[in-house]
């Protein structure tokens, strides 16, 4: 297996190309400025010959990077300059024994230039250095402050990603953070992969004690033989707890022509990636925000035995039947209640305009902080139930708050929040962040639709069922 610690963890960083902003934004200024929003705190060195002596955003510019004395490290360098000064300035990262290298500048496979990929790995080969990229924005790795994007926290989470694309990695990271409470722990954008490749860092997160979770968007796999690396160890991470979310495009025609216009591959079958995740127990999802809902309910909910008998609290009869109806689509069981349940239930919620059975409508008893308290208590002990569900869309009061995280505190199973937008309303809005945040504290996941929650619960536990029969199959 590689080793990552040097581009994970590096001594220093280089950013070659970047250019007074006066003559307009570069890629290199765009990743000076990343790396200073997010405060990387060691050195830092830039590069443009035209500049030498200048200072840029603080920092002073270099002609070349073999100016950098040799006591001075460099462990990770990007290169965000035209695709034809590719190969000559990689020579002069290869003579300074860079060991990683992010190609950022595009321009190679993708409009037919293959010539120019087969060059930088000729050259890369030569001084052993390993490539991500072209075409790509690089690492993000939010512990050690280091950024692709000014768009970037320096919270680590449990989520590891490997996109093709640049613009979703910036995307995806910052809507984990900042709409679902996932935060990541290494993020790569990996474009045309010439080198580097899905299967590499795949193997690296089977091991790395600070990703449970791996998210992809895949355009493509280079060949038959990464294919089968691929499959491999897909299986190695869920069999050993960490579940694997693929989201692959390409099913289309015009799909197919706009991945080989972006990052010079292929795309495979659609029956293919379907036996891929039934045989290794990865989740497939079809858009961004499934992944990163499903990623928010692996966060949450992967420690727990879950089942598929969800226990549903409601405030209208309709709102429960079209909960029970979503649900029973994504083959989610909405069981009776035991009697035992229902006695304790009707102690404390009144007779009038509710319904004590699953799901359970409170009416406007819902809104009793005292009775929703006991509400999820009980339904928690019901043996008929293996996890707990609430739709709260209206009232975030801080009273509502306290009486679910009382009962989130004594509860063993699940606790699981639907809270659909229904008004446009700043106040609103403000108060529901605060009550959304909370929740993702305390271990709740938060879904902001019926249908998004019943498609992560079914994938969450089709996930389980693949580690139950693993198990007994031992």
Not at 230 to 255: M, N, R, Y
Not at 327 to 347: D, G, H, M, S, W
């Amino acid at each position: 297996m590689i080793d990552f610690e040097k581009l994970f963890n590096p001594r220093a960083i280089a950013i070659v190309g970047v250019r007074d902003t006066k003559s307009g934004p570069s890629g290199g200024d765009y990743f000076l400025r990343a790396f200073q929003k997010i405060g990387f705190d060691k050195p830092l060195f830039i590069f443009n010959p035209r500049m030498k002596g200048q200072q840029l955003y603080g920092i002073d510019v270099h002609g070349s990077i073999l100016e950098i004395p040799d006591r001075q490290p460099i462990d990770y360098a990007i290169l965000a300059v035209p695709a034809g000064l590719c190969p000559v300035l990689l020579e002069e990262i290869g003579k300074k024994k860079v060991p990683f290298v992010t190609i950022f500048s595009s321009g190679f496979s993708e409009i037919g230039n293959a010539h120019l990929e087969e060059e930088v790995l000729r050259i890369a080969r030569e001084y052993n250095i390993r490539i991500i990229g072209p075409n790509c924005i690089g690492v993000f790795v939010p512990k050690n402050k280091i950024a692709f994007s000014p768009v970037a926290f320096d919270e680590p989470g449990n989520l590891g990603m490997i996109l093709q694309s640049g613009g979703l990695a910036i995307y995806l990271t910052a809507r984990a953070h900042s709409i679902f409470g996932t935060n990541t722990s290494k993020v790569l954008s990996i474009g045309n992969q010439i080198d580097l490749n899905f299967v590499d860092f795949l193997k690296y997160f089977v091991t790395d004690e600070e990703t449970h979770v791996v998210g992809m968007y895949l355009e493509n796999l280079k060949n038959q033989e990464i294919g089968r690396e691929f499959f491999k160890t897909v299986k190695e991470l869920t069999s050993a707890g960490k579940p694997v979310i693929i989201w692959k495009v390409g099913f289309g025609e015009s799909t197919k022509e706009a991945i080989l216009s972006h990052t010079g591959g292929m795309a495979g079958s659609t029956k293919i990636w379907e036996a891929v995740a039934k045989q290794t127990g990865a989740s497939m999802v079809n858009h961004s925000d499934e992944l990163i809902n499903l990623a928010m309910a692996f966060k949450h909910l992967g420690e727990f035995q879950l089942s598929r008998k969800m226990g549903i609290i409601t405030a209208g009869g309709g709102a429960s039947i079209e909960t029970t109806d979503v649900f029973e689509r994504y083959n989610l069981k909405v069981p009776k209640i035991a009697q035992e349940t229902v006695e304790k239930l009707k102690e404390v919620i009144p007779e009038v305009n509710t319904i004590l059975r699953n799901p359970l409508d409170l009416g406007g008893s819902g809104g009793v902080p005292e009775i929703f308290y006991k509400t999820l208590v009980s339904l928690d002990s019901d043996p008929n139930i293996d996890a707990v569900i609430f739709i709260k869309v209206f009232a975030f009061s801080e009273d509502f708050l306290n009486a679910v995280k009382k009962a989130y505190n004594e509860m063993k199973k699940p606790l699981i929040c639907i809270s659909q937008k229904i008004v446009d309303d700043v106040e609103d809005y403000t108060a529901k962040l605060k009550f959304k945040q909370a929740l993702y504290k305390r271990g709740v996941p938060v879904f902001e639709s019926i249908e998004a929650s019943a498609k992560a619960l079914d994938k969450v536990c089709t996930y389980k069922e693949f580690l139950e029969r693993k198990t007994l199959s031992k």
